[in-house]
């Protein structure tokens, strides 16, 4: 019993040793993270984006002409650099679950949080933040996988963020629209201006011909004087790329979630009736069956990660 006493008197005293050390490590910590330069985090200013509004954070590049210039991109559309920017996107995507769609021209991409999003509590700073710098590492890091041994980047690209509120559908449709409308607008006149520089005539000349010329006057060039129907260009050119989430039905049966491609007129109704989850998250969004019109370096990019991470060929199953 005596030394049943004595063990039990070493252990409790152990024991408060240890529970002084843990208390001390505490107390320590504590005063560490409350030391007197603490007060500096009281500058720090955050802008908590309004409620029950839609997010679009868009992204565009700075000095991407000088940037096309130096890697010789082709004029006025290089679809590889395009979808390099589209692969870019589907990056941000598949990391936040709440960008409902995304929508890319040119050098600028659009993703749209939803409404209900409760992201970084609606911090602006921290979304166009992360937005901004995974977009161009993800523009960075995909590189060799479209352009190969092709082309090797010169200099980092940059890219700059913003962050606009919507409050209502009508507004966020509208927004789109003015987006995919400057498409429209700006991809005929460089369409019309560098064939033109291209049968001879010099920037300067070219942009001369086209001064005050409307789309009509634009068009009926193309086709008289270089036999292009601008209609016939291809649509990712003319109407940029539309990026959502789609359940994709594989030849084997086996359906997926990607996000897909679309290229289609965000200006009228019937885009909006055939998608309507997008303004809608109780419905579900229409299957897509994988064929030779759905197949492009997008899916094609997923459908091969799906197969390195499952060990599968995902086609063939």
Request: glycine share 4%; aromatic share 14%; hydrophobic share 35%.
């Amino acid at each position: 019993m005596v030394g049943s006493s004595r063990h039990m008197l070493t252990f409790m005293k152990c024991l408060s040793v240890r529970c002084w050390l843990n208390r001390f490590r505490n107390f320590h910590s504590r005063s560490m993270a409350n030391s007197r330069y603490e007060y500096v985090k009281s500058y720090e200013m955050h802008d908590i984006l309004q409620k029950n509004c839609w997010i679009v954070v868009r992204v565009d590049g700075k000095g991407f002409h000088k940037f096309c210039e130096a890697h010789k991109f082709t004029k006025p559309n290089d679809e590889n650099a395009l979808n390099l920017m589209n692969l870019a996107a589907v990056a941000v995507m598949q990391e936040f679950n709440e960008i409902t769609l995304a929508y890319g021209q040119s050098d600028e991409y659009s993703f749209i949080f939803r409404r209900d999003t409760s992201i970084y509590g609606r911090r602006r700073d921290k979304l166009i933040s992360y937005v901004g710098s995974l977009f161009t590492s993800a523009y960075v890091c995909n590189w060799s996988y479209i352009f190969k041994n092709a082309l090797t980047p010169k200099y980092p690209p940059t890219f700059d963020a913003r962050a606009v509120l919507y409050p209502t559908d009508q507004n966020l449709r509208d927004y789109l629209s003015w987006r995919q409308a400057d498409v429209h607008i700006n991809n005929l006149y460089n369409t019309t201006f560098w064939n033109l520089v291209d049968s001879g005539l010099t920037n300067a000349e070219a942009e001369t011909r086209l001064r005050g010329t409307l789309s009509s006057d634009k068009n009926e060039i193309l086709f008289q004087e270089f036999n292009i129907n601008y209609n016939n260009e291809p649509a990712m050119f003319r109407k940029g790329t539309i990026l959502m989430r789609k359940q994709i039905e594989f030849p084997s049966g086996k359906c997926i979630s990607c996000i897909a491609p679309f290229f289609e007129d965000m200006i009228g109704d019937s885009f909006w009736d055939r998608h309507s989850e997008l303004l809608d998250k109780s419905k579900t969004g229409n299957r897509i069956i994988y064929d030779e019109k759905t197949n492009s370096v997008i899916l094609q990019y997923q459908v091969e990660c799906y197969n390195r991470r499952r060990g599968l060929d995902l086609l063939k199953i």
